[in-house]
């Protein structure tokens, strides 16, 4: 299986911050990386499919990257709402696999 | 709008069957392949406190792929005369206690999911 290692797996930032969660794939899986952000009582939400899509309705402070072993994500501007946990999810190869999330917490 | 709501019990015994069933919305589990994309239906789980893990998928042909992780105890099916699609997962233990979601694969990605159903092993 491929793993999928998140880092921080925790982060304390304020409002307006810019913060980056970074996914690594222990073997390449080109750009089929997805992101989603949960919060406590409620289903995954998907933001990024692609490495780099931004799913519809998604606000555009959202931003991933990355191709091959190593995916960003971005938050330019952080919201109130923003603070989640959030997840990878390689879509490359079955089984699937998901980093062990990043929980973002308010400073 | 597309909606999957997960159904089934709260309460398993060990060693007994774990049955969920998806009833899809907005959307028709018989669609397959269309001129935009392919459909899968999936199911993930939560454990308490934990990650996600991916049990498998079905596609609307019947055919399925299962995590080896679980596969000798994993069965899924779906019924496109109901629009549902479901989950068995036998001789469970409390490992298996976790919130059990549903979700749609558009093009490889699970895009829309359920709520999420707790399912709790305990005798």
Known sequence: DIQMTQFPSSLSASVGDRVTITCRASRGI???????????????????????????????????????????????????????????????VYPYTFGQGTKLQVK | ???????????????????????????????????????????IRQRPGQGLEWIGYIYSSGSTLYNPSLKSRVAMSIDT??????????????????????????NYVPDVWGQGTLVTVSS
Do not use: M
């Open chain 1, 30 to 92: 080109s750009n089929d990386l997805a992101w989603y952000q949960q919060t406590p009582g409620k289903a995954p939400k998907l933001l990024i499919y692609g490495a780099s899509s931004l799913q519809s309705g998604v606000p555009s402070r959202f931003s991933g990257s990355g191709s091959g072993t190593e995916f960003p994500l971005t938050i330019s501007s952080l919201q109130p709402e923003d603070f989640a946990t959030y997840y990878c999810l390689q879509h490359n």
């Open chain 2, 1 to 43: 709008q597309v909606q999957l709501q997960e159904s089934g019990p709260g309460l398993v015994k060990p060693s007994q069957t774990l049955s969920l069933t998806c009833t899809v919305s907005g959307a028709s589990v018989s669609r397959g392949a269309t001129s935009t994309g392919v459909f899968y239906w999936s199911w």
């Open chain 2, 81 to 106: 005369s109901k629009n549902q699609f479901s989950l068995n997962l036998s001789s469970v233990t409390a490992a298996d206690t976790a919130v059990y979601y549903c979700a749609r694969d558009y």
